[in-house]
Structures are given as structure tokens and as C-alpha cells.
């Protein structure tokens, strides 16, 4: 077990994304996580001090913070570095120790562009070719620019059995072009996740029971127990085995399926949902065939995701480094409580362990109960795009012009276009970040060290020169920013500021609040 204080005055930030919103934290914290076992969304076995130290292990631990100090548990190596006096000295140093970036990284462009659009919120299960379509056609009509298209969950024959339902797309190939003519990448929803029974299920199950089947045989699909059980995993979409992509056999059967989508249907690439696995038998201590930790079988569903050009996730281990496009972890419709209050600190943190190509969730959140209860805020949704659109990537999957009155209509068009024209400024900040491993969206603390920063987590930094604050409180209309040293442009009213300073910039419902250092 190691014992670390936490020194005075000194901030926190890691692990997981998931209480993201939360950090720093300091000497009062009082908490404990399990990284195995606690994980979802994106996380890493890093934390980082704002006195320029961090903790880093290869492998998942156990950490505590509670009455000044901080203990770790762990059978494998945890170091404790000093790295220099701050938080980016802390992330530097970890980054190229432990997840550099290689040279050559390079990141699709057609992500960070236009905003991308997902047929999630409009089409939830059923994901209809004439739907999707006139979801894709609505776009350009509305004048909002053709980029990344998604087409969410739902169209599949199972999870597993990779081939479009003849009642949803009796012509998948007909549908890609006519989007292809529209202009768009067009991507697909798959997860790594299979029905447990069915033609599909059977075929790579092998009843390990019949005899003569050796045992290389009866393992090479699918994750199991040591019994030859087939894991089963809870999740919101039901009760599925999974695949393990630890497995070249397993690896191959989803990659041939995926190939045929594309080679045959025309699709681009896919969104890979799920990667968070926690079946109940392993989680109460029944360990898998192999001896596969769950870390293991999230870092492979990732290796093989990132090998398609285009791809998405949003549960990721120790990814830090890699040329991966990730979304958030899903937020809720609601404005505190993992809903808009958690857009800035979940980004931050992201580049913070080193996966800075960050899309936030879906404008006005991908909660569909929400929407179907009639519990849609108009406000909320406005300020989620206002909120988004200085990301380096920004999504709609709700559409503006079906779900808003003419103003809120207006706002959200005008982010979309102010994305877009700032896309040059967020294009150089992506080469900087390829290259460097600096992050994209960082928080006032990484940029401005010792200057009582460390709480600020409603504003952030694009790069070096673009202060953002948008406005994540309902009924606010005056927005205090915390401007730092330098000459700051504020972009809607054209009031110059010498930092550091605060200011309360007027935000009625039209304003996103951002600045420009001259």
C-alpha cells in the first residue's frame, strides 16, 4: 500500500471521467474508487497534481483520498513523480514517459469540420431508410452544412448478426448513395455485443459439451468463463454475450461483417458503442477463460475500432496517445447532475489523460425518455450548442427545426456556423495537439497555474488564444468570467479586457460568451 500527502494547496484531477465534475480534489476529499471495477466512459491509472506531481501504474488500482492523504492499492508498481511545479508540468512529463504521441498522427478531418448529426433522437429504434433520409435531406435543406452522418442502433438483424433488417433498409446501398450525393460520410452504429442465441450465437459458441471438440476449439470465440460459459453482460440495451477481441478468430468473424457493410452497402465507418463489460459472474469474483481483466478486453475492442478511418467510441482504458476519436460519456437532459455542467470538466479532463479528440455529447443530450415525456427544455438545448460549439467537434442528433421555436432555431444555426467558421483556429490547435500531445479543450488551471484557478470548471481554453464561457446555469443572464493576464477581445460585443480580471459579460439567451487575446 502507498501513503501520499496531499501538500498545501495542492488540486487533484484523474482516474476517472465519470466524477470529472468533481475534481479537483484537495485535502477535505474524502473518496474511494476501484479503477477496474468502477469504470465508465473514458479513464486512465493517472492523477495529476496541480504542484506538478503524478501518480501513474500500468495496471488498474484502488484509490483513496481522506483525511489529507492519499493511499493506493495495487499488486502492481504505482510511481509517484515529480515532475515540476504544475499541472501541465505533470501532464507533460506523464505523457511522454507513458503515452507519447508517435509522429504521424493524424485525425480525419471530416469530424471537426462541419457539425456531425446522429439519427439517434429522431429515429431512436427504429432506423428506417426513408426516415433516415429525410433526416439527412432535412439537414442540407435547413442550410446546415453535410459532414459526419451517424446512423444510430436499430437497424441490425441482432447484436452480433451485422446485416441490415429488410423491414428497416430493403436497399442500404440505394440509402448510402443518395447520402453520399447529399454529401455526407455516412457512419454506423455497431456495439461488441452478440445475442445470445440465434444462427450467429450458435456457430461461434461450439457446445463445449459435444464430444470431441478440443479445447482450442470451444475458446476461440466469444468471452468465457473458465468453464467454457459464455460471459453475459447487463446492459441497456438487454442481456448479450460479447465478443473478445483479445481472440483473432473473434476479431475476424466482426471484421468481415464490417467489411460487407462497407464493400457492399457503401457505409463509411462505424460509432462503436459499449466497452465498459461488467458481467455480474465476474464482478463476484468468477474469472474469465485466459485470465482476461477487463482492461484487456476494453483496450482490444479499442485496437480494433481505431483501425477503421472512421470510428467513434466513448468507454475507453488507459488510451492516452492513440489516434482515437472519442464522444463523452452519455449526458442527461438536465442542467446539474451529468447534463450540461458536465461538458467542460469531462472535456478537460479527457486531455488531461491524454485523448484530447473529444466530441461532446449530443446537443440537447441523447436522453430520449426525456424527450418522449415531453420534458424537452428549450433553454437547456440552446445552451448545450452554445456550449459545444468551440469543441473541436461538435453533434446534433435532435433536430433543431422539429424540436424549437423559431428563436431557439436561429441560436443553434448560428453555433453551427460559428463552429465552421472557426474551424481554421480549431484546425491549428489539432496540429499543435497531433504534435505535441497538448490538449485541445483545457481547463484555467492548465493554462494559468497559481493563480487560484483550480475550482473554475464552467469555462476553458481552445489552444492558447480562445477563452470560451458559456452560459451552464438555467435563468443565467449575466455570465461572470475569470479573464487571466493578457489583452482579451470579448467576440460579441467588441469590448477589449486586461487581464486578470472578472467580468460579468451580459448573456441573454442569443450570447455565448468568448474572447480572443489580442
Known amino acids: 500500500m502507498l501513503s501520499i ?3 498545501k494547496d495542492e488540486y487533484w484531477w484523474g482516474g476517472l471521467i465519470k466524477d470529472a465534475e468533481n475534481m479537483p480534489y ?42 489529507g492523504k492519499i493511499t493506493v492499492e495495487s499488486e502492481y508498481e504505482v510511481k509517484v513523480v515529480k515532475a515540476g511545479e504544475t499541472l501541465r508540468d505533470a501532464y507533460l512529463e506523464a505523457m511522454k514517459k507513458h503515452f507519447p504521441f508517435k509522429e504521424g498522427i493524424h485525425t480525419p478531418r471530416e469530424f471537426y469540420i462541419y457539425p456531425q448529426f446522429n439519427t439517434w433522437m429522431e429515429l431512436i429504434k427504429e432506423q428506417k431508410q426513408d426516415d433516415i433520409i429525410k433526416y439527412a435531406e432535412e439537414i442540407v435543406e435547413n442550410g446546415y452544412k453535410p459532414g459526419i452522418l451517424m446512423i444510430d ?86 442481456y448479450s454475450s460479447i465478443y473478445n477481441f483479445n481472440l483473432p478468430d473473434d476479431c475476424a468473424h466482426m471484421d468481415k461483417q464490417l467489411r460487407h457493410l462497407m464493400d457492399d452497402y457503401g457505409f463509411d465507418g462505424f460509432k462503436f458503442d459499449g466497452g ?119 453533434q446534433f442528433s435532435a433536430l433543431p427545426w422539429r424540436r424549437l421555436s423559431e428563436n431557439g432555431q436561429k441560436i443553434c444555426k448560428e453555433m453551427a456556423e460559428l463552429h465552421e467558421v472557426m474551424y481554421p483556429e480549431i484546425e491549428k490547435v489539432l496540429e499543435n495537439t497531433e504534435k505535441t500531445g497538448e490538449p485541445i ?11 487560484g484557478y483550480e475550482k473554475i470548471n464552467d469555462q476553458f481554453v481552445l489552444g492558447e488564444n480562445i477563452l470560451v464561457a458559456p ?39 442569443e450570447i455565448l460568451p468568448w474572447f480572443k487575446r489580442k
Open 153 to 238: 442502433g436499430g437497424w441490425q438483424i441482432c447484436q452480433g448478426t451485422w446485416e441490415p433488417r429488410y423491414d428497416m433498409m430493403p436497399d442500404p446501398k440505394a440509402m448510402t448513395d443518395r447520402l453520399h450525393e447529399l454529401g455526407f460520410v455516412v457512419m454506423i452504429w455497431v456495439s461488441p455485443f452478440m445475442c445470445s442465441e440465434g444462427k450467429t450465437f450458435l456457430e461461434l459458441y461450439v457446445d463445449y459439451a459435444v464430444e470431441g471438440v478440443s479445447e482450442e476449439l470451444r475458446y476461440n470465440h466469444l468471452l468465457r468463463y473458465k468453464d467454457g460459459t459464455p460471459a453475459i453482460d447487463h446492459w441497456w440495451s438487454g
Open 276 to 394: 465498459s463489460y461488467k458481467p455480474q459472474e465476474f464482478i463476484m469474483g468468477t474469472d474469465f477463460y485466459g485470465d482476461y481483466t477487463l482492461s484487456q478486453l476494453n483496450n482490444a475492442w479499442m485496437e480494433f475500432a481505431s483501425s477503421y478511418k472512421f470510428h467513434e467510441v466513448k468507454d475507453s482504458w488507459k488510451q492516452g496517445g492513440k489516434q482515437i476519436i472519442q464522444r463523452l460519456v452519455d449526458k442527461g437532459h438536465k442542467w446539474k447532475g451529468n447534463g450540461i455542467d458536465c461538458l467542460i470538466p469531462h472535456s478537460c479532463f479527457i486531455g488531461l489523460i491524454g485523448s484530447p479528440f473529444v466530441c461532446p455529447d449530443m446537443v440537447g443530450s441523447g436522453s430520449w425518455t426525456a424527450f418522449i415525456k415531453g420534458e424537452l427544455d428549450e433553454e437547456l438545448f440552446v445552451r448545450m450548442a452554445q456550449c459545444s460549439a468551440l469543441f473541436p467537434m461538435m
Open 5 to 7: 500527502d496531499i501538500l
Open 26 to 67: 484537495s485535502a477535505e476529499t474524502v473518496l474511494r474508487f476501484d479503477l477496474e471495477r468502477n469504470r465508465r466512459g473514458q479513464s486512465a491509472p493517472l492523477y495529476l497534481s496541480s504542484k506538478g506531481r503524478y501518480i501513474w501504474s500500468e495496471e488498474p488500482f484502488i484509490i483513496e483520498f481522506n483525511k
Open 441 to 451: 479543450i483545457r481547463s484555467m488551471e492548465y493554462m494559468y497555474p497559481g493563480c
Open 471 to 509: 452560459v451552464v446555469v438555467k435563468g443565467e443572464v449575466v455570465k461572470t468570467v475569470h479573464i487571466p493576464e493578457g489583452t482579451w477581445i470579448e467576440q460579441n460585443f467588441g469590448k477589449v479586457y486586461e487581464g486578470p480580471c472578472v467580468a460579468n459579460i451580459d448573456a441573454p439567451i
